[in-house]
């Protein structure tokens, strides 16, 4: 039996490591790659914290949250396809939508 301390470690790593790719990445897919760790982070501590109480909430938050993670997805890229259709770029640093 694993205790629930290194799952909620490792969850804490997985989270870390994504606002780091966030945070220093510039490329928007590998943006939403990281944003996809951290919410899989949220989602092991979802499952570790169900586990140890011995009820399938957690295992229910997960379900929904991994529906909507792949809405988001979805939704993202089609924006960066619209963004790289119009710019020719998916560079952050220079796309400025906003300015006419």
């Not at 220093?24 to 989602?43: D, G, H, S, V, W």
Request: charged share 10%; proline share 2%; glycine share 8%.
């Amino acid at each position: 039996m694993v205790p629930t301390s290194y799952y909620l470690t490792l969850s804490a790593i997985l989270f870390s490591l994504g606002v780091v790719g966030v945070i220093t990445k510039r490329n928007p897919i590998q943006i939403f790659m990281c944003i996809e760790l951290m919410l899989n982070a949220a989602n092991l501590t979802f499952i570790a914290i169900g586990h140890h109480l011995g009820q399938m909430n957690g295992q229910i938050y997960t379900i929904f949250s991994l529906a909507v993670a792949a809405a988001e997805v979805s939704v993202g890229l089609g924006i960066i396809i619209t963004i790289f259709r119009s710019r020719e770029t998916i560079n952050v640093d220079e796309v400025n939508i906003l300015k006419s």
